[in-house]
């Protein structure tokens, strides 16, 4: 059973009044000021978000226009059926979830299985498992698991109020993450480690000890460099896919390998070198849209949109993730329900690595993982999700009031 944070975890200092004068509320959690209709909106987060949706459809128009891979219509129906998602889980009250810890890692398992199970599992890109049918619909069952996760994850750290105390509890709350993780690795390794950073990071804010932590991080980098080794050795166990080590690995030497992850790095380094200051304009993505960038719609988004908007551009979209992203911390820092603070903290550190990854992999600086741009990348799985967890957010700030 979850037990609600009365007292500890609550922001102090300078960065409280931050927080203070953001959100609009007093250091008790309760709404201070006028209500009007948009009350119930947490604007500071929302504006940022429709700021990016612009900026999404306007890069998206822009592909539909030059591949035959993309449909507007298909963009604008994800965006709807995001928004309605979004709505619905603004409205309903996201504490209800708290005491739900086993049926939240039954759901999160379940999901993430889906694609493993004959007759309903599809095959993606380079033959890799990570899509389902279910009648005439086909969607990535990882995305909405992301935020399953983050529930479940949140349900089970909750319960310690911000101090995990013995090493027992710890390892159970590691082992928690561990099942979906070890699931999701078997079909969608970029998936993998963003839920892996997801989980890892409502664990740490949930009061786990320094020595703790770093230990399990040390245990984890070693265990990942022995996959990584033998999975390059004949005659050990292969745990990673060819495709997935060439991924992992290819942005240390890009132009020293002649596999297809090379290529396409090395032509979206050239798409944003491209598109120098200013970018070429809407729809001149000579690089990205004229068919020298595979996935220019998809894992490549953000060098699409650099090649048309330049490094001015660029620096906007990424200010308006930053915005989106400290406006989610903030709120985190003013509630006091020790649930709600963690399924916050979820949501920021899901775009964070998003950004951070997706991005990073468009200039070579970060292993080439296929992880979406939130809001930007085509596909409604996912944008459905990423605007789903934006009714989370709302549904925290629309529900502040009972928080406390």
């Given amino acids: 059973m979850a037990r609600e ?13 931050i927080a203070q004068r953001v959100t609009g509320t007093s250091s008790g959690g309760s709404h201070v000021g006028k209500k009007g209709p948009l009350e119930g909106v947490y604007l500071t987060q929302l504006i940022p978000t429709l700021l990016i949706l612009i900026l999404s459809v306007i890069t998206m128009w822009s592909c539909a226009l030059a591949l035959d891979a993309v449909s507007f219509t ?72 992301k935020l399953v996760v983050i529930a479940l994850m949140a349900s089970a750290c909750g319960q310690y109020n911000g101090k995990i105390e013995t090493f027992r509890d710890y390892a159970r709350l590691c082992a928690t993450l561990l099942v979906p993780l070890l699931i999701i690795l078997v079909t969608d390794l970029g998936t993998g480690l963003m839920i892996f950073f997801t989980g890892a990071t409502i664990i740490i804010c949930s009061g786990a000890p320094r020595s703790w932590i770093l230990a399990t991080i040390a245990l984890i980098v070693g265990v990942a460099a022995l996959v990584i080794i033998t999975s390059q050795i004949e005659g050990l166990p292969h745990i990673l896919q060819e495709y997935q080590l060439n991924r992992l690995t290819v ?18 380094m050239i798409a944003i070198g ?27 988004i953000f060098a699409t949109f650099a090649e048309q908007f330049g490094f001015l551009g660029s620096v906007v979209l990424l200010a308006l993730f930053a915005w989106m992203i400290i406006a989610t911390i903030l709120l985190a820092m003013k509630v ?65 009031q009972k928080v406390a």
């Fill in 5 to 17: 944070m009365t007292g500890p975890g609550t922001a102090q200092g300078p960065l409280a009044g």
């Fill in 251 to 268: 942005f240390l030497d890009p132009e020293g390998t002649a596999s297809e992850d090379g290529y396409n790095l090395q032509q979206a």
């Fill in 74 to 145: 298909s963009h604008l129906a994800g965006i709807v059926i995001g928004i309605a998602a979004g709505v619905v889980v603004w409205r309903y009250d996201h504490r209800n979830l708290a005491n739900l810890t086993t049926a939240l890692f039954v759901l999160a398992c379940v999901l993430l299985a889906l694609p493993l199970i004959p007759g309903i599992g599809v095959e993606g890109g380079l033959g890799g498992l990570g899509w389902a049918r279910i009648g005439p619909f086909r969607f990535q069952p990882s995305e909405p698991a």
């Fill in 274 to 300: 491209s598109g120098g200051l200013l970018g070429k304009g809407f729809g001149n993505a000579s690089q990205a849209l004229s068919g020298f960038l595979p996935a220019a719609q998809t894992d490549f």
């Fill in 336 to 400: 006091e329900s020790t649930f709600s603070k963690l399924v916050l903290v979820g949501c920021a550190a899901l775009w964070t690595f998003q950004v951070l990854e997706s991005v990073g992999m468009c200039i070579g600086i970060m292993p080439i993982t296929g992880i979406p741009l939130p809001f930007m990348t085509y596909g409604s799985s996912s944008m459905v999700t990423q605007l789903a967890a934006v009714g989370v957010v709302q549904s925290v700030w629309h529900h502040r």
